[in-house]
């Protein structure tokens, strides 16, 4: 955008002198008026939700709402799922390139070797109930990484967190499937190194001690683009949760325990889980119609799950690329009848044909499809938004040591609109 201003004027109609602000302008994307200065004025601006407030810069991830593009260090989505495995991403999002072969022989190595626990973090897993969500036991057990490694924990020194960030993306995998296996009552699984980081997570996952599991490779490339496809998007909720609780200066594992949180929510990352069981209850093609009317009744709390976004205002690019994976999974599995897949295109169809859906530009998101792909694989819903989790940890850590190599990282700390009670004098209880 070649006609970008470089500066605003703010005025007031109070006669108060205005103020003018510095446009900055990024490599892509919007510009953004720089506020800092706003505060010594005594002047806040409002924004709750921040639809429309940059946090920070950052060089990961770039997304055009408008155009429903998604770049990772300026290479489009549909390139790296299609030509890359889930640590060349990891590596990607972390280093600022794509590693050479040498540079991925290394970082897959370095992670490989770092998948197994501490063994006496076995034993938080049994402080749960076996009927836990699993998510609950992530927060948990992520988080209580702290009390195991505090070695190498100064985030100001870049190795230092690097060695953090190897230990979350490989050990993470592990507590995912780990949390599953508790709940399930069947026993841990140990890593496996000579597996790709997909497969050992199908083999943590679905083995038993019983008999021989060999991963299905075809599921396991798909399940390498479930995990690509959801390793970064930009300042997401569970990422702004991950950057402010880094921004005081917690640990690394408090703040991924802190993003597993966040993501949780069924608005945010729990909507895989929650779009499978809307679809399940949907059951028929038949009640299609009865969900559309409650998703546009405004006396009903229901939404569509899987569809709209804050950002996109058009086809979320990594839902296009799940429903492709969708169709070949549930192909090489013999299942391209499932009823739960078709029920999916025709809840698509029909919304994006109806007027409040197009008038909002509300489109299927990445959580549409990527639960039935994960429920063809025999993923429970339960761990859909675990699963959504140990991918987004690559983006986390990215995100999380980017804002500490920024010099002018301060402490998250808005403020607000206060809108309570004036001064008033205490009142003692006999005369309340
Ligand atoms: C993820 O931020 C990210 O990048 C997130 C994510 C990532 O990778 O990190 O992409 C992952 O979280 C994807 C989103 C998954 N969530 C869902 O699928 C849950 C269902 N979607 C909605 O809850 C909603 O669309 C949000 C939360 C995703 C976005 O909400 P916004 O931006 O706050 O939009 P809004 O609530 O202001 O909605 C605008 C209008 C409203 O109607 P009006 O007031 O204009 O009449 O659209 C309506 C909303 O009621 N609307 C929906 C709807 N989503 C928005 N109506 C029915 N069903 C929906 N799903």
Known sequence: MNNQPTKVTLSFDNGNAPIELPVLAGTLGNSVIDIRSLG????????????????????????????????????????????????????????????????KQRFTKKITGSTMLHDQLNNIFRGYRRDAHPMAVMVGVVGSLSA??????????????????????????????????????????????????????????????????????????????????HADHEQNASTSTVRLVGSSGANPFACISAGIASLWGPAHGGANEATLNMLEEIGDASRIGEFINRAKDKTDSFRLMGFGHRVYRNMDPRAAIMRKTCHEVLDALGLNNDPLFKLAMMLEKIALEDEYFVSRRLYPNVDFYSGIVMRAMGIPNTMFTAVFALARTAGWVAQWSEMHADPQSKIGRPRQLYTGSQAREFLPLDQR
Request: charged share 15%.
């Open 40 to 103: 010594q004025h005594g002047i806040f601006t409002y924004d709750p939700g921040f639809m429309s407030t940059a946090a920070c810069n950052s060089n990961i991830t770039f997304i055009d709402g408008e155009k429903g593009l998604l770049f990772h260090r300026g290479y489009p989505i549909e390139q790296l799922a299609e030509h890359c495995d889930y640590l060349e991403v990891a590596y990607l999002l972390m280093h600022g390139d794509l590693p050479n072969a040498a540079e």
């Open 148 to 229: 195991f490694y505090f070695n190498n924990m100064e985030i100001l020194d870049p190795r230092h967190r690097e060695i953090s960030a190897h230990r979350l993306l490989a050990k993470v995998p592990t507590i995912a499937a780990w949390s599953y296996k508790y709940i399930s009552g069947q026993p841990f699984m140990y890593p496996q190194n000579h597996l790709s980081y997909a497969e050992n997570f199908m083999y943590m996952m679905f083995a038993t001690p019983c008999e021989e599991y060999v991963p299905n490779p075809i599921l396991a490339k798909a399940f390498e683009r479930i995990l690509i496809l």
